[in-house]
């Protein structure tokens, strides 16, 4: 059945470049570890490349729905994105996030994958500018890119420490930018 080989090709190839990294992981290991056929990987992705961006697309609406959930979950305000991110870097598959992941390793800021990448973050900015617009912050653009800093510097130093507190911390300075802007 074409829809599963496809699935299965992009499960298998999330799960491979978050866990390796997208330039550690061929073709080959993908079909193996995925049990489809080359002839099948071609029919549904014209090449590597052309697999990276439906997974990062698909990773993308799967997140960004998570996020939203989570921080629903969490009261709904611009800080329970912290609470959310949190959750996140509890778990024991974490390794950091597969945008800036992408970006590093794709570093041609042209390449379709980086901008895929980009095109992420941007959607995470523009959700977090939404926050801040209902919670009533001034200068809530400005404030949205403060925050996102605050989110990718978070997201790198749990993976580095291996802990979730970054989250907690980013979110104590969160809280006073947002206090300040009140």
Known sequence: MPSN?????LTTAEELFYAEG?????VEQILNTSGVGRASFYRHFASKDDLVVAVLQDRDKRWRAWLAERVTTHGG???????ALAERFARQDFRGC????TMVETADPTSPAHRVAAQHKAEVAAYVEALL?????SEPAAL????TLLIDGALVTALRERTPDAAARA????ATLLASTA
């Open 5 to 9: 080989a496809r699935q299965r090709l």
């Open 144 to 147: 949205a890119a403060q925050f």
């Open 77 to 83: 305000g611009p800080l329970a994105v912290f609470d």
């Open 171 to 174: 979110r104590v300075v969160a």
């Open 98 to 101: 597969a945008f800036i992941n």
């Open 133 to 137: 617009t209902t919670a009533g912050a």
């Open 22 to 26: 997208i330039r550690a992981v061929g």
